[in-house]
């Protein structure tokens, strides 16, 4: 039945106002009449009797969930053969009036909103796949709600195959690099990459990578900027959401975090804030240091004011050299314990970082002796284990979920790697193992033993979960510790992983090493996997 105003839909709500419509139903001003206010009713396309069964199921898991960001169904049932959602009316329309005509002010709190509704989506472990202005409305106290959530990728698959009228591909400028791939992923971070380019649209009144989405990004594609009418801070969390790799974009529980303390006055950008640095660091100055042949290598962390200025009244009476080395080491304790009290299993990078930095430390330790009579307390590395470990098992779990009931591999693979990058465990290698074999998959995992150094060649022992010969390119730098930038030597080769254990590839590199530079690190997509002294 056409739907115009007037259209009583079950003898109880009145059409009123047409709002809008997308790629599976029409948005409609109504009167309930039973008890006189006016309601949203969402009613989506004609299904038939499977489709009408899938879509209540999918309402059942999303009954539940209640959030002050999330725009909740009222109420579901069928009409026609059409499923229907009724909502709270929110007369001040949807966030892409605010297209090009947003203030900064307006954009921060977009984000909060977007990302606290997000959070708690993602925390359900639902994504919602299609974040864009239109869907975000904003209630009368100027707060924004997230609408159309909850439909799973089964659901817009069969939504889309009973259509009678052909899918709009206005949502393409809102999908991330990963939805473009031969093996299209859809993880949280997708979502996380729909908000940049909404706040790029807000800002700007247009869509980046003109309209294509981040498939411009696998094609070489810069990441643009907000240009001089809105701060750099601003422009820079944006890029953050657009990064190509999915583990280099914010999580929706840092964006709430974050822009929480800009909105009470914050002045860093994400960066900063991210690393624990404290507000008037000099961005990125080192301390000063004074090489000696016997200290072969100083950590290349970000430094703040604050902390050199702490450094110096500590360490002011030593000769310079342990100074800077303390202050090293009381910087790096800074920054290790704000990562292990940001780390959680959503911010797991926080939790990778301060594993990174807990090797510098013990590094600097076991080189310096005056280090063990510092008095400086870093958070026990029994807390650190115990995140590393809470959050293995959250990402093991996922992975488990995205491979056994969303029979999602390519998810179920990158979050095995996630959990494997936590703590490297045979559940792991015998998870990816199976998919492997269950799945004939080319390549899911490079499970490295050992290295080893001789003759300007980089040997990597490893064993291929794969069933076949499978083409990669990773990243090696080599130098002299854990965090050691100076005189790094850095490069990429493309190699064959083949499958079994006790395999070998051999890597020319572009400089022989120094003999002091044996600590190896490997990485892929953006992603360490190996961190160790060879052999």
């Known amino acids: 039945m056409e739907l115009n105003e007037g259209t009583v839909i079950d003898g109880r709500y009145v059409l009123k106002e047409f709002k809008g419509s997308g790629s599976f139903g029409e948005v409609w001003l109504a009167e309930d009449t039973t008890i006189g206010i006016d309601i949203a009713i969402k009613l989506y396309i004609s299904l038939d009797r499977q489709g009408q069964d899938e879509f209540r199921d999918e309402y059942k898991v999303a009954f539940g969930l209640n959030h002050e960001n999330l725009l909740t169904a009222q109420y579901y049932s069928v009409w026609d053969h059409r499923p229907y959602l009724t909502m709270k009316y929110c007369s001040r329309g949807s966030a892409a009036k605010l297209a090009g005509s947003a203030t900064e002010d307006d954009i921060w709190r977009f984000i909060h909103d977007v990302a606290a509704g997000l959070k708690y989506l993602h925390s359900n472990e639902i994504i919602h796949q299609d974040i864009k202005p ?67 649209e807000l800002a700007t009144g247009d869509l980046p990578f003109m309209g294509q989405g981040g498939g411009m990004l696998n094609a070489g594609a810069e990441i643009p900027g907000l240009g001089s009418n809105f701060s750099e801070r601003l422009s820079l969390l944006m ?37 624990g640095e404290t507000e008037g660091g000099n961005g990125g100055a080192t301390l000063p240091v004074t090489p000696r042949k016997k200290w072969p290598w100083m950590v290349a962390t970000t430094a703040a004011v604050a902390v050199v200025v702490v450094a110096v009244m500590l360490f002011g009476g030593e000769d310079k050299e342990e100074q800077a080395i303390k202050g090293q080491y009381y910087r790096l304790t800074t920054l290790y314990n704000n990562n292990v009290e940001m780390g959680s299993p959503e911010n797991y990078a926080s939790l990778l970082k301060a594993k990174e930095l807990l090797d510098s430390m013990a590094y600097l330790k076991d080189n310096y002796t005056f280090i063990s009579e510092m008095q400086v307390s870093p958070t026990s590395q029994s807390v650190l284990n115990d995140k590393l470990h809470t959050a293995y098992n959250a990402w093991m779990r996922s992975a488990g979920g995205q491979y056994e009931v969303a029979e999602d591999v390519g998810t179920a693979i990158s979050y095995y790697h ?33 290295t080893q ?12 979960i794969c069933t076949t010969d499978t083409h990669a390119v990773i990243q090696y730098k080599i130098s002299s510790g854990p965090g050691d930038s100076s005189n790094a030597i850095t490069g990429q080769a493309e190699m064959t992983i083949q499958p079994g254990n006790g395999q070998q590839v051999i890597i020319s590199l572009n400089e022989t090493p120094q003999q002091s530079q044996r600590y190896v690190e490997l990485s892929s997509n953006g992603m360490t996997f190996y961190r160790q002294q060879s052999e």
């Not at 657009?242 to 964006?255: I, V």
């Not at 998959?441 to 033993?449: E, I, N, Q, R, S």
């Not at 150094?453 to 291929?464: A, K, V």
């Open 453 to 464: 150094i001789e003759y300007g060649q980089l040997l990597i022992n490893y064993s291929g």
């Open 134 to 200: 239109e869907n975000i409305l904003i209630d009368d106290l100027g707060t924004f709600l997230i609408t159309d959530f909850g439909i799973s990728k089964k659901m817009r698959s069969t939504l889309r195959k009973q259509s009678k009228r052909a899918v709009g591909s206005g949502a393409i400028a809102y999908m991330g690099p990963e939805r473009f791939l031969k093996d299209p992923l859809t993880v949280k971070a997708s979502d996380i990459w729909s908000l940049g380019v909404s706040i790029y």
């Open 418 to 450: 996630i959990a494997a990058a936590l703590t490297s465990t045979d559940e792991v290698k015998n998870a990816l193992t199976d998919i492997a074999n269950s799945h004939d998959c080319p390549g899911a995992y490079l499970g490295v033993t050992s």
């Open 239 to 275: 890029q953050a959401c657009l990064a190509k790799e999915t583990w280099d974009r914010p999580t929706a529980e840092q964006l709430v975090e974050y822009t929480r303390d800009v909105m009470k006055g914050d002045t860093r950008t994400f960066e900063q804030w991210k690393n």
